[in-house]
């Protein structure tokens, strides 16, 4: 077996070379044949120098393409290497490189996909918003796969090739889609714990609390709309129809108690709520049938 480690990276100059140093110390100590691979994403300090000094193959974005778009980059190469595992692991170093061959050792019993799971592992450093949210998307993730996932947006994760050519097409959640997919396409998924150490500095992707709780729910509407069609549009359908049903129910009650014949605005207003709520639900199920149909 020969593996591929692949460290996206973006401004990490700091802990790039630290990060490649342990990988490779874990790697030559279990005589394992590998290649590392750092996606600079349009870094501007030194992490592709440092890189390239560690002997790491370094691919650079000419800008900052975000986070999905440097996975595509990285699994396009390995698909197009003689590697048989890839690894993705972190360029800030709050995975640790000698849980590497706990993942590989779990491709090479059979397993398609499989995932470092924080959450069981310990999590030293992480925000309660962003920890909350983590949780959120994995329940989310799990309710639509029908499979439980403790830590669906994990970074640390090693796949065989054949979770590798499963198609990323997200911008925004490529980590939940790979989960999604894979399940879709019947591959073997397995979570191992694996500890998430505090991170040395300030992360950039939790600069604003309330910018990162509003991405995330804006996510997770995205990831149902998407993969759960139905019971997206299905739900927000069954909200019209609620409300519909109960200002009718209202008119209902004052013509009832008080003979009162009317209300027009109300009565426009239900017929709208009703009719809104029964188109929506129709919108949910074509979305259906064509997902399926994809």
Not at 111 to 138: C, H, I, Q, T
Not at 150 to 166: E, H, V, W, Y
Not at 206 to 224: G, V
Request: positive net charge.
């Amino acid at each position: 077996m020969q593996i591929l480690v692949s460290i996206p990276a973006y401004n990490e100059e700091a802990t790039i070379g630290q990060v490649i140093d342990a990988v490779n110390k874990v790697l030559r100590t279990n005589k394992y044949s590998y290649k590392i691979l750092v996606v600079d994403d349009g870094s501007v300090d030194n992490t592709s120098a440092i890189a390239k000094k560690r002997g790491a193959v370094v691919l650079r974005h000419p800008l900052n393409y975000g986070l999905a778009e440097t996975f595509r980059t990285e699994l396009n190469y390995f698909l197009a290497s003689p590697c048989n595992i890839f690894v993705h692991i972190d360029a800030d170093g709050q995975y640790r490189a000698e849980d590497i061959p706990r993942l590989v050792t779990e491709v090479e019993r059979g397993y398609d996909l499989v995932l470092g799971d924080r959450f069981a592992g310990g999590v030293e450093g992480m925000p309660w918003l962003k920890r909350l949210g983590n949780r959120a998307f994995s329940r989310v993730i799990s309710n639509i796969i029908r499979h439980k996932i403790n830590d669906c947006q994990t970074g640390f994760r090693a796949l065989n090739r054949k979770a590798a050519s499963i198609p990323i097409r997200s911008t925004h959640t490529y980590t939940q889609e790979q989960i999604i997919r894979a399940v879709k396409e019947h591959l073997r998924i397995k979570e191992v714990p694996t500890p998430f150490l505090k991170r040395d500095g300030k992360s950039r992707l939790l600069k604003n609390p309330f910018e990162y709780a509003t991405k995330a729910w804006i996510n997770i509407l995205r990831i149902y709309r998407d993969y759960d069609p139905l019971r997206f549009f299905g739900s927000i359908g069954v909200i019209f129809l609620a409300g519909g049903f109960l200002i009718g129910l209202w008119l209902v009650y004052l013509y009832l108690t008080t003979g009162r014949v009317g209300h027009l605005p109300l009565t426009i207003l239900t017929l709208l709520m009703i009719v809104m709520g029964i188109q929506v639900i129709i919108f949910g199920f074509i979305a259906d049938m064509q997902k399926n149909d994809h």
